[in-house]
């Protein structure tokens, strides 16, 4: 076995640099696509839990590449929090958010919210927080208009400066949403002292709902424990009408998911709103 990790070694050597070398053309064109305007954003609208109202929008990055055609955020994301690009990316994406933030509010939807996806790369900056005001401020949106949304695992790096940051934001008027609930060490002590709003039940949890009783009795517990700490909660990912019936049983809140509705271009997102105003 011994032998066989020494001929493993020089076997994967190339392939690590090939890795290497792939990924730095890849953070480079990232960097030409953000210069050449190729990034752009969706809006996944979310409903209350029954349907009957459009509460906001989560905004999706994209990347249309001249070389590679459409690609997932989830394919070049990671690859950006590799490098300082992210956090370029994530101004960009702050912008463009509160920018269709105030084009909502301008047409009268201000009680729309849209939710901007944060990197851990960016809360770690010193500037972080005076970044996000700015940003608002220049595009004169309202704060209680825009919701951030972060990880668990992001603001468990570290504490001690995190939860002041968000606090900040929070007493700004901003709504703070905590992503992908349930997939990182979730650790309940912490929970209760994190700044938040919003707690999205990621997709996981809603795959198996519809077909298990148990993951039924999982959510909703998830569900009763985010009300006690006065937070609602969103449920992510919820496609069939099966998971929307026992997300709703469950008694949660809002919904994001293909059941009721892609994420949207910025005119078709414009004209969802304009269907659902009173
Ligand atoms: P996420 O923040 O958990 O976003 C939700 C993802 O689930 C989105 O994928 C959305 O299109 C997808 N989704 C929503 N409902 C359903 C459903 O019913 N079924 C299925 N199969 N999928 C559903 P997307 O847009 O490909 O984004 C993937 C991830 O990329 C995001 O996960 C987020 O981590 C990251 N990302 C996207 N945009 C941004 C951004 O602007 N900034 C940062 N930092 N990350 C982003
Ligand atoms: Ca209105
Ligand atoms: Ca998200
Ligand atoms: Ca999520």
């Known amino acids: 076995a011994k032998t066989a990790g020494g001929s493993c070694w020089r076997f994967f050597m190339p392939e690590l640099l090939e ?28 409903f209350t839990a029954d349907g009957s109202k459009l509460a ?63 990197s851990p790369r960016q809360i770690k900056m010193n500037n972080f927080v005076d970044n996000v005001r700015q940003i608002i401020d220049a595009a004169h949106v309202f704060a209680p208009q825009i919701e951030i949304e972060v990880t668990e695992s ?36 912490y929970l209760r002292t994190l700044p938040v709003n919003y707690l999205k039940i990621d997709k996981s949890f809603i795959d198996k709902i519809a077909i298990s009783e148990t993951q039924v009795k999982l959510v909703a ?3 009763e424990l985010g009300h006690a700490l006065g937070m609602k909660i969103v449920a992510e990912g919820v496609e069939a009408e099966e998971q929307l ?32 105003d009173k």
């Not at 002041?164 to 997939?183: I, V, W």
């Open 221 to 223: 517990t998830i569900i």
């Open 154 to 189: 992001m603001i468990m790096e570290n504490l001690d400066a995190n939860i002041p940051k968000l606090e900040t934001l929070q007493k700004d008027g901003m709504n703070l949403a905590l992503d992908d609930f349930g997939t990182g060490f979730s650790s309940l002590t």
């Open 19 to 46: 890795k290497t070398t792939e990924d730095t053309i890849m953070i480079n064109n990232l960097h030409r696509a953000l210069e050449e305007n190729e990034f752009f954003l969706q809006y996944q609208p979310q």
């Open 56 to 118: 906001g929008f989560e905004a999706l990055i994209r990347w249309k590449s001249q070389k590679y055609g459409l690609v997932s955020p989830g394919k070049f994301i990671p690859l950006a929090e590799r490098s300082w690009l992210i956090n370029k990316i994530g101004e960009w994406v702050l912008a463009e958010g509160c920018r269709f933030a105030q084009k909502l509010a301008q047409l009268g939807h201000e009680e729309i919210k849209v939710a901007i996806n944060i």
């Open 245 to 276: 019936v026992k997300i709703q049983e469950c008694g949660c809140d809002y919904v994001q998911g293909y059941v009721f509705g892609k994420p949207l271009s910025e005119e078709a997102a414009v004209a969802l709103c304009k269907q659902y």
